[in-house]
Protein backbone atom coordinates (compact mmCIF):
# COMPACT_ATOMS: atom_id res chain seq x y z
CA UNK A 1 0.00 0.00 0.00
CA UNK A 2 1.32 3.49 -0.79
CA UNK A 3 2.17 5.65 1.34
CA UNK A 4 0.05 9.47 1.76
CA UNK A 5 2.32 12.36 1.69
CA UNK A 6 1.29 13.00 5.28
CA UNK A 7 2.82 9.57 6.35
CA UNK A 8 6.35 10.45 4.42
CA UNK A 9 6.55 14.14 6.17
CA UNK A 10 6.16 12.28 9.80
CA UNK A 11 8.50 9.66 8.76
CA UNK A 12 11.35 11.96 8.04
CA UNK A 13 10.19 14.19 10.80
CA UNK A 14 10.89 11.55 12.90
CA UNK A 15 14.26 10.85 11.27
CA UNK A 16 15.22 14.29 11.53
CA UNK A 17 14.69 14.21 15.63
CA UNK A 18 16.31 11.18 15.79
CA UNK A 19 19.98 12.68 14.12
CA UNK A 20 19.83 16.09 15.46
CA UNK A 21 20.42 13.57 18.67
CA UNK A 22 22.77 11.55 17.27
CA UNK A 23 24.11 14.77 16.45
CA UNK A 24 24.07 16.20 19.99
CA UNK A 25 25.63 12.92 21.89
CA UNK A 26 27.81 11.15 19.44
CA UNK A 27 29.33 14.57 17.39
CA UNK A 28 28.50 13.10 14.36
CA UNK A 29 29.11 15.05 10.69
CA UNK A 30 26.88 17.47 10.04
CA UNK A 31 27.50 16.85 6.30
CA UNK A 32 26.76 13.26 6.57
CA UNK A 33 23.77 13.62 8.40
CA UNK A 34 22.90 16.08 6.13
CA UNK A 35 23.79 13.91 3.05
CA UNK A 36 22.04 11.24 4.93
CA UNK A 37 18.32 12.90 5.32
CA UNK A 38 18.69 13.48 1.68
CA UNK A 39 19.04 9.92 0.39
CA UNK A 40 16.11 8.85 2.76
CA UNK A 41 13.73 11.85 1.51
CA UNK A 42 14.49 11.07 -1.88
CA UNK A 43 13.41 7.18 -1.32
CA UNK A 44 10.52 7.44 0.12
CA UNK A 45 9.26 9.96 -2.49
CA UNK A 46 10.54 8.05 -5.20
CA UNK A 47 8.40 4.85 -3.46
CA UNK A 48 5.54 6.71 -3.26
CA UNK A 49 5.57 8.29 -6.70
CA UNK A 50 6.83 5.42 -8.54
CA UNK A 51 4.44 2.82 -10.93
CA UNK A 52 5.26 -0.62 -9.58
CA UNK A 53 4.47 -1.41 -13.69
CA UNK A 54 6.80 0.62 -14.86
CA UNK A 55 9.70 -1.25 -12.97
CA UNK A 56 12.35 -3.16 -15.76
CA UNK A 57 10.38 -6.65 -14.16
CA UNK A 58 7.48 -5.90 -15.83
CA UNK A 59 8.69 -5.35 -19.44
CA UNK A 60 8.11 -7.44 -22.11
CA UNK A 61 10.63 -7.82 -24.65
CA UNK A 62 8.38 -8.76 -28.18
CA UNK A 63 10.56 -10.11 -31.34
CA UNK A 64 9.64 -7.56 -34.30
CA UNK A 65 10.21 -8.79 -37.69
CA UNK A 66 9.97 -6.67 -41.32
CA UNK A 67 7.10 -7.37 -42.49
CA UNK A 68 3.75 -5.49 -41.47
CA UNK A 69 1.22 -8.25 -40.97
CA UNK A 70 3.79 -8.99 -37.89
CA UNK A 71 4.20 -5.24 -36.95
CA UNK A 72 0.58 -4.69 -36.52
CA UNK A 73 -0.01 -7.94 -34.57
CA UNK A 74 2.97 -6.73 -32.18
CA UNK A 75 1.23 -3.35 -31.77
CA UNK A 76 -2.68 -4.89 -30.74
CA UNK A 77 -0.62 -7.49 -28.42
CA UNK A 78 1.29 -4.41 -26.84
CA UNK A 79 -1.50 -2.08 -26.66
CA UNK A 80 -3.63 -5.21 -24.81
CA UNK A 81 -0.38 -6.02 -22.48
CA UNK A 82 -0.27 -2.25 -21.90
CA UNK A 83 -3.77 -1.06 -21.40
CA UNK A 84 -5.05 -4.07 -20.37
CA UNK A 85 -2.29 -5.95 -18.24
CA UNK A 86 0.15 -3.14 -16.72
CA UNK A 87 2.76 -4.28 -18.53
CA UNK A 88 5.88 -2.27 -20.46
CA UNK A 89 6.15 -4.24 -24.22
CA UNK A 90 9.15 -3.36 -25.90
CA UNK A 91 10.17 -4.24 -29.44
CA UNK A 92 13.42 -5.89 -30.19
CA UNK A 93 13.66 -5.81 -33.89
CA UNK A 94 15.75 -9.20 -35.21
CA UNK A 95 15.89 -10.90 -38.34
CA UNK A 96 13.62 -14.05 -38.78
CA UNK A 97 16.82 -16.38 -39.33
CA UNK A 98 17.79 -15.25 -35.68
CA UNK A 99 14.58 -16.52 -33.58
CA UNK A 100 15.30 -19.63 -32.55
CA UNK A 101 18.36 -18.43 -30.82
CA UNK A 102 17.01 -15.19 -29.39
CA UNK A 103 13.95 -17.27 -27.53
CA UNK A 104 16.18 -20.09 -26.70
CA UNK A 105 18.67 -17.48 -24.15
CA UNK A 106 15.52 -14.81 -23.78
CA UNK A 107 16.91 -12.01 -25.82
CA UNK A 108 13.21 -11.88 -26.42
CA UNK A 109 10.43 -13.14 -24.40
CA UNK A 110 7.69 -13.76 -27.55
CA UNK A 111 7.73 -13.89 -30.84
CA UNK A 112 4.06 -13.87 -32.51
CA UNK A 113 4.25 -14.44 -36.14
CA UNK A 114 6.90 -17.63 -36.90
CA UNK A 115 6.23 -19.11 -39.94
CA UNK A 116 7.83 -22.58 -38.79
CA UNK A 117 7.85 -24.56 -42.01
CA UNK A 118 10.18 -22.00 -43.25
CA UNK A 119 12.79 -21.92 -40.20
CA UNK A 120 15.24 -25.32 -40.38
CA UNK A 121 14.87 -28.36 -37.81
CA UNK A 122 16.89 -26.27 -35.46
CA UNK A 123 13.91 -24.74 -34.39
CA UNK A 124 11.73 -27.57 -33.74
CA UNK A 125 14.59 -29.02 -31.81
CA UNK A 126 14.24 -26.35 -29.17
CA UNK A 127 10.83 -26.98 -28.83
CA UNK A 128 11.10 -30.51 -28.47
CA UNK A 129 13.68 -30.04 -25.51
CA UNK A 130 11.50 -27.36 -23.66
CA UNK A 131 13.83 -24.34 -24.44
CA UNK A 132 10.60 -22.88 -26.38
CA UNK A 133 7.05 -23.15 -25.52
CA UNK A 134 4.56 -23.15 -29.03
CA UNK A 135 1.64 -21.32 -27.98
CA UNK A 136 -0.16 -22.75 -31.11
CA UNK A 137 -1.40 -21.05 -34.39
CA UNK A 138 -2.34 -17.32 -34.18
CA UNK A 139 -3.65 -17.40 -38.02
CA UNK A 140 -5.77 -19.86 -39.12
CA UNK A 141 -5.37 -20.17 -42.59
CA UNK A 142 -1.92 -18.19 -43.79
CA UNK A 143 -0.29 -18.47 -45.96
CA UNK A 144 2.49 -18.18 -48.87
CA UNK A 145 1.17 -17.86 -52.06
CA UNK A 146 2.17 -16.71 -55.67
CA UNK A 147 0.22 -14.37 -57.37
CA UNK A 148 -0.88 -12.54 -60.76
CA UNK A 149 -3.58 -9.62 -61.21
CA UNK A 150 -6.99 -11.56 -61.44
CA UNK A 151 -8.02 -9.95 -64.31
CA UNK A 152 -5.00 -11.15 -66.53
CA UNK A 153 -5.45 -14.69 -65.04
CA UNK A 154 -8.86 -14.68 -66.78
CA UNK A 155 -8.03 -13.45 -69.68
CA UNK A 156 -4.99 -15.49 -70.61
CA UNK A 157 -6.49 -18.77 -68.38
CA UNK A 158 -3.56 -19.13 -65.94
CA UNK A 159 -4.21 -21.46 -63.51
CA UNK A 160 -0.83 -22.52 -62.60
CA UNK A 161 2.94 -21.81 -62.28
CA UNK A 162 3.66 -23.94 -65.32
CA UNK A 163 1.27 -21.77 -67.31
CA UNK A 164 3.75 -19.03 -66.51
CA UNK A 165 6.71 -20.17 -68.74
CA UNK A 166 4.65 -18.84 -71.50
CA UNK A 167 2.92 -15.44 -70.42
CA UNK A 168 6.73 -14.08 -69.07
CA UNK A 169 5.98 -11.15 -71.82
CA UNK A 170 3.66 -9.96 -69.54
CA UNK A 171 6.24 -8.17 -67.09
CA UNK A 172 9.16 -7.72 -69.11
CA UNK A 173 12.19 -7.13 -67.51
CA UNK A 174 13.05 -3.59 -68.60
CA UNK A 175 16.73 -4.59 -68.53
CA UNK A 176 16.57 -7.81 -70.53
CA UNK A 177 13.51 -7.87 -72.30
CA UNK A 178 13.54 -10.78 -73.06
CA UNK A 179 12.70 -12.38 -69.75
CA UNK A 180 9.91 -11.50 -67.05
CA UNK A 181 10.23 -10.13 -63.71
CA UNK A 182 9.17 -12.67 -60.60
CA UNK A 183 9.32 -10.56 -57.07
CA UNK A 184 10.99 -12.55 -54.41
CA UNK A 185 10.86 -11.88 -50.60
CA UNK A 186 13.20 -9.88 -48.62
CA UNK A 187 16.83 -11.94 -48.85
CA UNK A 188 16.57 -11.72 -45.01
CA UNK A 189 13.80 -14.18 -45.23
CA UNK A 190 14.26 -17.75 -44.66
CA UNK A 191 11.18 -18.21 -48.10
CA UNK A 192 13.88 -15.86 -50.18
CA UNK A 193 16.29 -19.46 -50.72
CA UNK A 194 13.03 -21.62 -51.51
CA UNK A 195 11.62 -19.17 -54.20
CA UNK A 196 14.66 -19.81 -56.10
CA UNK A 197 14.59 -23.33 -55.47
CA UNK A 198 10.76 -23.48 -56.83
CA UNK A 199 11.94 -21.28 -59.90
CA UNK A 200 13.98 -23.81 -60.61
CA UNK A 201 12.07 -27.00 -60.13
CA UNK A 202 9.17 -25.68 -61.83
CA UNK A 203 10.74 -24.42 -64.81
CA UNK A 204 10.49 -20.82 -65.02
CA UNK A 205 14.21 -19.71 -64.12
CA UNK A 206 14.64 -19.27 -67.96
CA UNK A 207 11.85 -16.98 -68.38
CA UNK A 208 12.56 -14.78 -65.36
CA UNK A 209 15.18 -13.19 -63.36
CA UNK A 210 14.52 -13.06 -59.72
CA UNK A 211 13.95 -9.29 -57.85
CA UNK A 212 15.61 -8.81 -54.53
CA UNK A 213 13.22 -5.65 -52.91
CA UNK A 214 15.15 -3.63 -50.33
CA UNK A 215 12.81 -3.25 -47.57
CA UNK A 216 9.17 -4.70 -47.08
CA UNK A 217 8.16 -1.19 -47.91
CA UNK A 218 9.34 -1.26 -51.09
CA UNK A 219 8.18 -4.58 -51.66
CA UNK A 220 4.96 -3.96 -50.96
CA UNK A 221 4.83 -0.77 -52.73
CA UNK A 222 5.98 -3.02 -55.76
CA UNK A 223 2.37 -4.95 -55.63
CA UNK A 224 0.18 -1.96 -54.31
CA UNK A 225 1.17 0.10 -57.08
CA UNK A 226 0.42 -2.41 -59.76
CA UNK A 227 -2.85 -2.69 -58.18
CA UNK A 228 -3.68 1.05 -58.29
CA UNK A 229 -2.21 1.47 -61.78
CA UNK A 230 -4.10 -1.95 -63.42
CA UNK A 231 -0.67 -2.94 -64.59
CA UNK A 232 0.84 -6.82 -64.34
CA UNK A 233 3.14 -8.22 -61.45
CA UNK A 234 4.50 -11.86 -60.98
CA UNK A 235 6.08 -12.76 -57.65
CA UNK A 236 5.55 -14.13 -53.92
CA UNK A 237 3.04 -13.10 -51.55
CA UNK A 238 1.46 -13.80 -47.99
CA UNK A 239 -1.87 -13.32 -46.02
CA UNK A 240 -2.35 -11.86 -44.11
CA UNK A 241 -1.02 -8.57 -45.56
CA UNK A 242 -2.18 -5.35 -47.38
CA UNK A 243 -1.80 -6.81 -50.53
CA UNK A 244 -3.98 -9.46 -50.58
CA UNK A 245 -6.84 -7.53 -48.99
CA UNK A 246 -7.04 -5.64 -52.40
CA UNK A 247 -8.64 -8.57 -54.14
CA UNK A 248 -6.79 -7.56 -56.96
CA UNK A 249 -4.75 -10.57 -57.07
CA UNK A 250 -4.99 -14.63 -58.30
CA UNK A 251 -3.78 -17.19 -56.47
CA UNK A 252 -1.94 -19.66 -58.47
CA UNK A 253 -1.66 -22.84 -58.30
CA UNK A 254 1.79 -24.97 -57.68
CA UNK A 255 2.51 -28.80 -58.98
CA UNK A 256 3.10 -31.87 -56.18
CA UNK A 257 6.29 -32.89 -57.94
CA UNK A 258 7.47 -36.53 -57.44
CA UNK A 259 10.24 -35.43 -54.57
CA UNK A 260 7.79 -34.16 -52.68
CA UNK A 261 6.38 -36.55 -50.01
CA UNK A 262 3.67 -36.55 -47.26
CA UNK A 263 6.29 -35.57 -44.52
CA UNK A 264 7.86 -33.15 -47.00
CA UNK A 265 4.69 -31.35 -47.94
CA UNK A 266 4.35 -30.31 -44.19
CA UNK A 267 7.72 -28.90 -43.92
CA UNK A 268 9.35 -26.48 -46.38
CA UNK A 269 12.41 -26.69 -43.86
CA UNK A 270 13.36 -29.10 -45.52
CA UNK A 271 13.85 -28.02 -48.58
CA UNK A 272 16.31 -25.78 -47.28
CA UNK A 273 18.14 -28.81 -46.59
CA UNK A 274 17.68 -30.94 -49.34
CA UNK A 275 17.71 -28.94 -52.87
CA UNK A 276 15.85 -32.13 -54.08
CA UNK A 277 12.60 -31.79 -52.48
CA UNK A 278 10.29 -29.26 -53.63
CA UNK A 279 6.83 -28.83 -52.52
CA UNK A 280 3.86 -26.47 -52.59
CA UNK A 281 2.93 -23.66 -49.82
CA UNK A 282 0.12 -24.90 -48.11
CA UNK A 283 -1.66 -23.22 -45.23
CA UNK A 284 1.15 -22.42 -43.52
CA UNK A 285 1.71 -22.83 -39.95
CA UNK A 286 2.22 -19.16 -38.31
CA UNK A 287 2.95 -19.82 -34.07
CA UNK A 288 3.04 -17.75 -31.35
CA UNK A 289 6.42 -18.85 -29.30
CA UNK A 290 7.60 -17.95 -25.97
CA UNK A 291 10.95 -18.42 -24.14
CA UNK A 292 10.69 -21.05 -21.77
CA UNK A 293 11.01 -18.73 -18.78
CA UNK A 294 8.50 -15.97 -19.53
CA UNK A 295 6.39 -18.93 -19.86
CA UNK A 296 6.96 -20.11 -16.27
CA UNK A 297 6.94 -16.39 -14.92
CA UNK A 298 3.74 -14.97 -16.61
CA UNK A 299 0.65 -17.07 -16.50
CA UNK A 300 -2.01 -13.92 -17.27
CA UNK A 301 0.08 -13.16 -20.45
CA UNK A 302 0.40 -17.15 -21.28
CA UNK A 303 -3.38 -17.17 -20.88
CA UNK A 304 -3.42 -14.36 -23.57
CA UNK A 305 -1.43 -15.21 -25.95
CA UNK A 306 -3.19 -18.74 -26.15
CA UNK A 307 -6.08 -17.19 -26.56
CA UNK A 308 -4.72 -14.97 -29.02
CA UNK A 309 -5.96 -15.54 -32.46
CA UNK A 310 -6.74 -13.05 -35.00
CA UNK A 311 -8.85 -14.05 -38.59
CA UNK A 312 -6.22 -13.03 -41.37
CA UNK A 313 -8.82 -11.24 -43.54
CA UNK A 314 -9.31 -8.40 -40.41
CA UNK A 315 -5.72 -8.65 -40.45
CA UNK A 316 -5.47 -8.03 -44.13
CA UNK A 317 -8.07 -5.21 -43.59
CA UNK A 318 -7.02 -3.71 -41.50
CA UNK A 319 -3.47 -3.02 -43.38
CA UNK A 320 -4.96 -2.35 -46.47
CA UNK A 321 -7.03 0.87 -44.77
CA UNK A 322 -3.78 1.74 -43.19
CA UNK A 323 -1.96 1.68 -46.57
CA UNK A 324 -5.19 3.52 -48.59
CA UNK A 325 -5.38 5.88 -45.52
CA UNK A 326 -1.29 6.61 -45.54
CA UNK A 327 -1.34 5.47 -41.61
CA UNK A 328 1.99 4.70 -40.60
CA UNK A 329 1.39 4.53 -36.85
CA UNK A 330 1.54 0.81 -36.07
CA UNK A 331 -0.69 2.18 -32.42
CA UNK A 332 -3.28 3.60 -34.35
CA UNK A 333 -3.89 1.20 -36.57
CA UNK A 334 -3.85 -1.36 -33.43
CA UNK A 335 -6.71 0.92 -32.16
CA UNK A 336 -8.55 0.48 -35.62
CA UNK A 337 -8.05 -3.13 -35.67
CA UNK A 338 -9.93 -2.91 -32.16
CA UNK A 339 -12.37 -0.65 -32.41
CA UNK A 340 -13.48 -2.45 -35.37
CA UNK A 341 -13.33 -6.50 -33.80
CA UNK A 342 -14.11 -5.96 -30.41
CA UNK A 343 -15.77 -9.20 -30.08
CA UNK A 344 -12.99 -10.58 -31.54
CA UNK A 345 -10.77 -9.45 -29.26
CA UNK A 346 -12.84 -9.63 -26.25
CA UNK A 347 -12.41 -13.31 -26.02
CA UNK A 348 -8.67 -13.25 -25.18
CA UNK A 349 -8.43 -11.44 -22.25
CA UNK A 350 -9.81 -11.20 -18.46
CA UNK A 351 -12.80 -9.69 -17.85
CA UNK A 352 -10.77 -6.58 -15.75
CA UNK A 353 -8.32 -6.50 -18.97
CA UNK A 354 -11.25 -5.61 -20.92
CA UNK A 355 -12.59 -2.67 -19.27
CA UNK A 356 -9.35 -1.03 -18.91
CA UNK A 357 -8.57 -1.72 -22.53
CA UNK A 358 -12.22 -0.44 -23.71
CA UNK A 359 -12.03 2.56 -21.20
CA UNK A 360 -8.39 3.90 -23.03
CA UNK A 361 -9.97 3.17 -26.74
CA UNK A 362 -12.86 5.86 -25.55
CA UNK A 363 -10.51 8.33 -24.33
CA UNK A 364 -7.88 7.73 -27.69
CA UNK A 365 -11.03 8.02 -30.12
CA UNK A 366 -12.68 11.37 -28.25
CA UNK A 367 -9.11 12.67 -28.57
CA UNK A 368 -8.84 12.12 -31.99
CA UNK A 369 -12.17 13.29 -33.22
Known sequence: MKKSVIDINRTINDLCSIIFLLIHKHHVQISLIILLIIVLQSDLILADTQNPMDAPDNRII????????????????????????????????????????????????????VWKENHPPELQNYIEIGAIIDMGKIYENAAHTYII??????????????D??????????????????????????????????????????????????????????????????????????????????????????EPTLPSCTNETILNLNLVNANQSQICPFTSSSVHKLVSRDFYDSAPE???????????????????TFGYLNNISDWDRLSEEYLINNEEKWKSWVSTDAYIRIKRTLAVNTDETE
Open 301 to 319: VVSFLIALKPDENEISRTL
Open 149 to 162: PDHVAQQYSIRTME
Open 62 to 113: LHGGDWDSFKLINAIASYILKNGYGYTPQIYPEPEKKVSESLSSRTVDISLE
Open 164 to 253: MQHYWYLCKDPEEPTKGLFYNALITWLVHDSNLKKLDAYGLSPYYNPVTMPSSRAYEEVFMKAARENRTVFGMYWIPSAVMGTGYWKELE
